[in-house]
């Protein structure tokens, strides 16, 4: 038997089924991840428009019923399009892999209005058009990686307990499993470390973790530090999660830095 349920959600995926209708992947604030299938919405009585589209944060009305993996739409209102990230590629790149994240990570039917605050907050800092939207992903890999229970321990070396307060003379090394770090003298003397980053790379971690948002995005990288910060956070992901380290969204930017270097 159908219950008849009401929750917001944001879009995190969507495609096309049969001649019509449409399926698509919500991440609901109360009741976690969601498929759900709109019948008829792409036909020409359809009248959904944006509010099934990516990204988009809406409100739904669907039949549940416990044995079906995909549950049916009654109703449902457009809450906020975010258009503003919709105009610039960096942007649209960066809102994709976040829903891609949550779409890899999370579970069906797993709340996490945690993980749903921040992907609505980074979503409407997208729609401001920050100058450079990666740091607002790191952030919230950084809250993602906390929420889901291995977060990064950035405050203190893990082997002798010093305060880890860039800059430093040389790396700091850092391991996977339990996500600690290690001062530069330290990770000298460990072999089992996973590896190293450099102090610059290692402050913005550090930044990032005990700031907003808003100072989070005020952060400006030299290319080989954001590679190694992108890298270093694909790869922790991948360690705990079953996720590959290199998003496929991102694969837009490495398109985009292709562009820039051909007009040069």
Known sequence: MSQLV??????????????????VTVFTRDLGKVGIIAKGARSKRGRV??????FSRSAFLYYHKVTREIQLLKEVSLLDSHAGLRNKLPHLTVASALSELCYLTLKDGDP???IYDILDESLKALDAAPANPL?????FELG????LGF???????????????????????F???SGAFFGPECARERTETNGTLSTETFAALAFMSSHPMAMALKLSLPDSECRELQSFLGKYLSFHLPVRARLKSLSALDWEEKDREKNI
């Open 175 to 177: 391991r996977f499993e």
């Open 49 to 54: 428009g944006a509010a099934l589209e990516p």
């Open 151 to 173: 977060a990064l321990s950035l405050n203190r070396c893990s082997q002798c307990g010093k305060e880890l307060q860039p800059p430093f003379v040389g790396r700091v090394g």
């Open 144 to 147: 993602l990686f906390a929420a």
């Open 112 to 114: 996490h209005p945690d």
């Open 135 to 139: 740091p607002l992903l790191w952030k």
């Open 6 to 23: 009401r929750a917001e959600g944001i879009i995190l995926h969507s495609l096309r089924h049969g001649e019509t209708s449409r399926i």
